[in-house]
Each structure stands twice: as C-alpha cells, then as structure tokens.
C-alpha cells in the first residue's frame, strides 16, 4: 500500500506538469492570437419570444488556432481570465461587435440589439467604463443597442463596486442583463438595487422543460416581470420548450432550435430577408 501510494502521488505530479505546461502554452499562444488574426466574434440570433421577430444577438469568441484548431471559449476564457488577458481580448470582442452591428439592418424600425460577454476581472479595471465608452464612440453604435451581459457571481464579488459599475454603464445609456440567472447565489434583495435591464434564465433550467422541472424558470419569469425587468431563455433546443415559455411569457428566446451561433456575414443574410418580409 506504501508503494502504491508512492506511485499514484508521483503520477499526480506528473499530470500537474502537463497540465500546468499546457496552461502556459496555452497563455503564450492567446497572447499573440488577436495579433494574427485567430480570433473572431460569432453571433447567435435572439427572437421575440411571441412574434418570432429577430430583436437581436449575443456576441461569441472563438479561438481557430493554426495548429489546435478549434478552441473553446469555455476551454480559453478562464485562462484568459487568470492571466489578466481577459481585458484586452474582451475589448476586441466588444470592438468588434459594435462595429459589426452598425452594419445590421433594420435599425430604424426596431432596433436590433448586441449583448457582450463581461467577465469580473474586466469589472475591477478603474478603466473599463472609459474604454467602453471610447469603444462606442469610434463605432459610432447607438448606445442602447448594446447590451453587457454580467454573471451573478460576478456581480457578488463586491457588491458596492458592482453597483458603482452598473450605474456608470446605464450613465453611458447601455443595457445591463444577468446572465446565467438562478446559478449563482444572489440574494434576491440586490434585485432592488441594480440596474438592470434584463434577466437571461440559465440553460440548465431550460434543459428541464416542459415536463420535468418548470418552477424556476416559472420563478424567474415572475420575478423579472414583477421588478418591470424583460427576460430571456437560452438554450432552447425543442419546440416543446418553446411553446412552454410562450405560455409562460417570456419575452426574448435564443437557442440551437432558431440558430446557432454564426459568422457574421451569415447573420446579416439571415437578417435581410426577415428585415424585407
Ligand atoms: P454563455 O454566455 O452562457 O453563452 C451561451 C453558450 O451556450 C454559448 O457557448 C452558446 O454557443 C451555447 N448555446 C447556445 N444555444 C444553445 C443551445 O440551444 N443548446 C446548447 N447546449 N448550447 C447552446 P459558447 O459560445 O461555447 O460560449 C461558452 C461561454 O464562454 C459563454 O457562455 C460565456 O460565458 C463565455 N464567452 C463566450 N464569449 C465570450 C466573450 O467574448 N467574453 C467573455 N468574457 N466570455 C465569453
Ligand atoms: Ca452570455
Ligand atoms: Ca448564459
Ligand atoms: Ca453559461
């Protein structure tokens, strides 16, 4: 058992190695993947959940590396986030997407909308806001039609901070949802407090409709409409949950049954003939 042990620990070691090699492999390469043009923002489209009417979509990176191939974000982000990275790869993301989305059609009509991903560590940059801001004007986007999408664990890091951040975001006149609500541990008295738009209910509790479990994604739906906030499914793969989230009044739904996510030249085609409809 003596020697056994042994030998599992040095087995341990060893895979700690690797995996720390691949870590920094994998932070050297992200540093010099914006610069070579690797990186590159997908678009996954958002609907009216009653109408079916395209009302926008969420911003996506993705990492084609030249040897790896295809690297995903939930693969690239959390080192991205530990080594700081996260703050210049979030601002190309953002950059991008507004750029992109002064192309997008139909704006005079109903606007479409485009959500950015915000990770904690881009929050805590004294910066952020001034980048943000700069970022809009060189676009020449409207503000609100962006949206920033911050996480719920994020948001309890430091609440104050947080507060702070979102203020000086709807200041600018941007939108603020709350991506993968009902995940983390928000109390609800903090829906009183922020500034919030919108309310995006998490996948997993998509997943469980129509038949399994349907008391939270109820319970967030409620709890959105009763704080005048709009709410959002993601996730949405049958027609079942659909119809369910219909019935039950949500207001925006995304998900691999309308879209996945795409390009965006294959975006604005997809637009176009909805637009001319
Ligand atoms: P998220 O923000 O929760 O994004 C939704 C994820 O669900 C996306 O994965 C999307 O492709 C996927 N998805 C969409 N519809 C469906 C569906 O019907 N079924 C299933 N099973 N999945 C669906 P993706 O693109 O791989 O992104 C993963 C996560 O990486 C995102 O989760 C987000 O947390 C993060 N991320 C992506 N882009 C960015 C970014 O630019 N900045 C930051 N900070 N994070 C990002
Ligand atoms: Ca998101
Ligand atoms: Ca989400
Ligand atoms: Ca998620």
Request: charged share 20%; hydrophobic share 45%.
């Amino acid at each position: 058992a003596k020697s056994l042990g042994k030998n599992t620990f040095v087995a341990f070691k060893r895979e700690m190695t690797v995996a720390t090699q691949r870590r920094v492999a994998m932070e050297r390469d992200l540093r010099k993947a914006i610069d070579r043009g690797e990186l590159d923002v997908y678009y996954q489209p958002q609907f009216d959940c009653a109408t079916g009417v395209l009302v926008g979509a969420e911003a996506l990176v993705r990492w084609l590396h030249p040897e790896k191939g295809f690297i995903a974000p939930a693969d690239f982000i959390p080192v991205a986030e530990e080594c700081g990275l996260i703050s210049h790869i979030g601002l190309w993301v953002l950059g991008r997407a507004c750029r992109d989305a002064t192309r997008w059609p139909g704006r005079d009509t109903a606007p479409l909308t485009v959500a950015v991903n915000v990770s904690a560590r881009q929050l805590r940059d004294p910066a952020f806001i001034d980048r943000v801001s700069e970022v809009l004007q060189s676009s020449g986007l409207p503000p609100a039609q962006l949206e920033l999408e911050l996480t719920e664990s994020l948001l309890m890091e430091d609440v104050d901070t947080a507060v702070a951040f979102m203020h000086a975001i709807r200041g600018l006149g941007i939108k603020l949802s709350i991506d993968d609500f009902g995940t983390g541990y928000s109390s609800l008295a903090y829906l009183q407090t922020f500034p919030i738009n919108k309310l995006k209910i998490d996948q997993s509790f998509v997943r469980q409709l129509p038949s399994e479990r349907f008391e939270i994604a109820n319970a967030i739906i409620s709890l959105a409409h009763g704080f005048g906030l709009r709410v959002i499914a993601e996730g949405v793969e049958s027609p079942e949950q659909l119809a369910w989230l219909q019935h039950a009044g949500c207001d925006v739904v995304q998900g691999y049954l309308f879209a996945r996510p795409m390009d965006r030249v294959a975006l604005q085609s997809l637009m176009t003939p909805v637009q001319s409809a």
